[in-house]
């Protein structure tokens, strides 16, 4: 079975940091590009970063840039998502996705497979 499940969310002050993981089952994560997407209530669903999966290209949002690191374990099959310096405007669930084809910048054209999501919220 093909899957996707996101962890590390939670609640973080401003200024703090949290690491997301995504781990993938019943395929090899590292032959997809596989996305970090993120959701804010009432706003739509915006990519955040992508890395590629051939040469581990990585790409972000302006938003996020300098702040967010996307990263890809091949031997765990999972790919990360640190952030730091986080905002309150950061809150949102936050999504992996993969896609047998290239990054569309920060996004993907149309995955083929989503993760549940995790919840992130940055609050004081």
């Known amino acids: 079975q093909l899957q996707l499940v996101e962890s590390g969310g939670g609640l973080v002050q401003p200024g703090g940091s949290l690491r997301l993981s995504c781990k993938a089952s019943?395929?090899?994560?590292?032959?997809?590009?596989t996305a970090w997407f993120r959701q804010a209530p009432g706003k739509e669903r915006e990519g955040v970063s992508c890395?590629?999966?051939?040469?581990?290209?990585?790409e972000y949002a302006d938003s996020v840039k300098g702040r967010f690191t996307i990263s890809r374990d091949n031997n765990k099959n999972t790919i990360y998502l640190q952030m730091n310096s986080l905002k309150p405007e950061d809150t949102a669930v936050y999504y992996c996705?993969?896609?047998?084809?290239?990054?569309?910048?920060?996004?993907?054209?149309?995955?083929?497979?989503w993760g549940r999501g995790t919840q992130v919220t940055v609050s004081s």
């Open positions: 890395i590629s999966d051939d040469f581990g290209e990585e």
């Open positions: 996705a993969a896609e047998n084809s290239r990054c569309l910048g920060a996004s993907l054209r149309a995955a083929d497979l």
């Open positions: 019943g395929f090899a994560l590292g032959t997809y590009a």
